[in-house]
């Protein structure tokens, strides 16, 4: 039998109207922030997402949180669509699905004790009395690694790792199902990541924790992923196993992304692929395969024809004219 995702996404699509008029302000075009992705997760797994600066990362992660509305598709969680739900209706599925924002400086309200920051998300689920809520902080405060003493301070006495563990808290107290890891760690002072990560892998295994973990860097997304998503302009390249991406990249993007990892070694092996030029613009998106325009493979099909995600082993999916 076939085990159910816990979360499913389906033809996901984000479009930003792009306006222009002084007064009358008409629609002459739009931004495709996510275009047509999908993917599944199941329950325990971590899915990595990738790919460079404005590929549309953050923008699946608010849609599929409901952040931002959807323009089109589905997200399914535990076989639900809830895209359709109402914002009553949704805020019950938010106890379930939690998000960490990359910039703890940002995201944790200056004028609110780590124990009011806490304990809102428990407020607007209606959980417990105030006993049974003051138990609940302590006991997760202890979970990240912080201590009983931080109860009563504010976010401006914490370093960049100690807030960072506030916002995991924060998202953990509720008991959700998903968190959406979102730059969690690029804020972050190298060793300072590897606690965090580390911190996030011991939580995973004792609650059961199902990840989306967000990121341009792939040493990061390898050390922390099951599954890895190679987005580029808002559309699916590569969605495989690790271990099986890392070892047979199929798509011009993936190997490109790669190689550009910085090595001790230095030396580049013939046919490695360069990433040279800078990102299209979603605004206006090369035709065919967004990413032809900055493929050494690229053929006429590419310039014309959309490639299909295709399954090309088990469970790597590759959308690419080269198969």
């Not at 559309?235 to 070892?247: D, G, I, N």
């Amino acid at each position: 039998m076939t085990q159910q995702p816990l979360l499913e996404v389906q033809g996901l699509k984000k479009y930003f109207p792009l306006k222009r008029g002084l007064f009358i302000k008409s629609v002459v075009g739009a931004v495709k922030a996510v275009d047509d992705v999908s993917f599944a997760l199941n329950s325990g797994e971590t899915l990595g997402i990738v790919g460079e600066s404005g590929c549309g990362k953050s923008t699946i992660a608010k849609c599929i949180l409901r952040l931002i509305e959807p323009t089109a598709g589905k997200v399914l969680f535990e076989g639900k669509d809830i895209c359709p739900l109402s914002m009553t209706e949704m805020r019950t599925y938010r106890k379930y699905m939690q998000m960490i924002f990359q910039n703890p400086y940002a995201s944790l309200d200056p004028q609110m004790t780590v124990a009011k920051i806490l304990e809102e998300p428990l407020l607007i689920q209606h959980f417990g009395d105030k006993q049974s809520r003051r138990q609940r902080i302590m006991e997760i405060i202890r979970e990240v690694g912080l201590d009983d003493t931080h109860y009563d301070s504010y976010p401006h006495e914490f370093s960049g790792g100690q807030r960072q563990r506030i916002a995991i808290a924060r998202a953990l107290v509720t008991r959700p199902k998903v968190i959406i890891a979102d730059e969690a760690v690029s804020a972050l002072d190298v060793s300072i990541q590897a606690q965090i990560l580390n911190l996030m892998q011991q939580l995973q295994q004792k609650y059961g924790l199902t990840y989306i973990f967000i990121s341009h860097s792939l040493p990061v997304i390898r050390h922390i992923s099951t599954t890895i998503g190679v987005l580029y302009l808002g559309k699916m390249m590569e969605y495989a196993p690790k271990k099986e991406l890392f070892a047979h990249p199929e798509h011009p993007y993936t190997q490109g992304l790669l190689n550009a990892v910085p090595s001790l070694a230095n030396r580049r092996k013939k046919g490695e692929i360069i990433l040279a030029q800078d990102v299209p613009s979603a605004s206006n998106p090369p035709s065919g395969c967004v990413f032809h325009t900055r493929c050494p493979y690229c053929k006429d099909i590419c310039k014309e024809q959309i490639p299909e995600l295709k399954e090309v082993g088990s469970h790597h999916w590759v959308a690419c004219h080269l198969w």
